[in-house]
């Protein structure tokens, strides 16, 4: 029936249509892109860290929540390393992307030892975390999109 092959036709050049989009929009700075959904978390648990490290009343009280904050840094960090994320001039750099995300794994593990020993003083913690930031604005230099 030619009806009918004219329809698959057409509903096939469409998807494909479709299919060519979805993958335009499958690039860093997507918002429904895994590891958008991966930074909104990073970027709350972070927000949750520099909160409880401002004092050292919410750091005592919140000393564990901390850590296991900081525990699903290192995870989240250890889930993308190996992703293939273009650089925001639109460049693979693999090796740029797994090293930057070795670092902020790294930073993220020491971060939790000194965050959790229990003779841990906020004032120092604090300043610890800095180095955790600092691998974060590292990888944004490269590879997060301009807004
Ligand atoms: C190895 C690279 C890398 C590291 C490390 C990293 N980010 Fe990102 N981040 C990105 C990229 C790439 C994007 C853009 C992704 C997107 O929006 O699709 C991004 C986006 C973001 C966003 C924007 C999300 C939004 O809702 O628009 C926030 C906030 C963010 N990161 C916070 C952080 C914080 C805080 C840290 C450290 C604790 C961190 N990131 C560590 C690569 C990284």
Redesign the pocket.
Known sequence: MNYRKGSVLALSSLLLGLGAAGLSLAV????D?K??KA??V??A??GFIMKNTKTAAVFKKNQKDIVEATKT?TKI?KE??EDD?ETKDKKKDKKA?TD??D??VSE?EKFAVAAGKDDAKQPDVKKAYAN??G??T???DL???EE
């Open positions: 860093a700075g997507d918002e892109s590891l958008h930074m909104e990073v970027q648990k972070n840094l960090g993308f390393r994320v992307w930057l995300m670092a902020f993220t955790v930031s691998t974060c590292k990888c944004h590879f997060r999109p």
